[in-house]
């Protein structure tokens, strides 16, 4: 009996490993590099999370990353380097971030990490190289 289950939980490890596939889907478009800086209070803002959402829905796929501590992100698709073409709201979130004290956060500001109400914006057209461009998020916002 003990040798049935450890062949079942072998069995088992086996097909769920064998489905995982890092591969690129099918229907992914061809992704081109775009490297985005975002600021706060004129200072890099890190530890952010950084997600373009497609505009429009022609576009498929949408890109996501972190910033460093510099601020600045190479933005990913589906876990490959790059962005697909088309037009995108860009959201910001880091209320992930460590707090600067033990009763207060600073965050950006709520209108920055919805799609509706976000005024950034990136069009990625596939011409022209690297694209690369600031955003600035105002002014830190302090949660309690």
Do not use: W
């Not at 088992?12 to 690129?24: E, L, R, Y």
């Amino acid at each position: 009996m003990k040798h049935l289950i450890t062949i079942i939980l072998l069995i088992s490890v086996t097909i769920i490993a064998g489905c995982k596939d890092n591969s690129k889907p099918v229907d992914l478009p061809k992704l081109y590099p775009c490297t985005v800086t975002i600021m706060q209070d004129g200072k890099p803002c890190a530890g952010a999370i950084i997600e373009f959402l497609p505009a429009d829905s022609s576009v498929k796929y949408h890109a996501v990353s972190f910033t460093g501590e510099d601020g600045r992100v190479s933005m990913s698709t589906y876990g490959h380097s790059g962005v697909p073409v088309g037009k995108f709201k860009v959201i910001v979130d880091n209320s992930l971030r460590p707090a600067k004290s033990a009763d207060t956060y600073q965050r950006v500001e709520a209108k920055y990490s919805s799609a509706e109400t976000t005024p950034l914006e990136i069009e990625i057209t596939g011409k022209g190289g690297r694209v690369e461009k600031i955003f600035d998020v105002g002014k830190a916002v302090k949660v309690r």
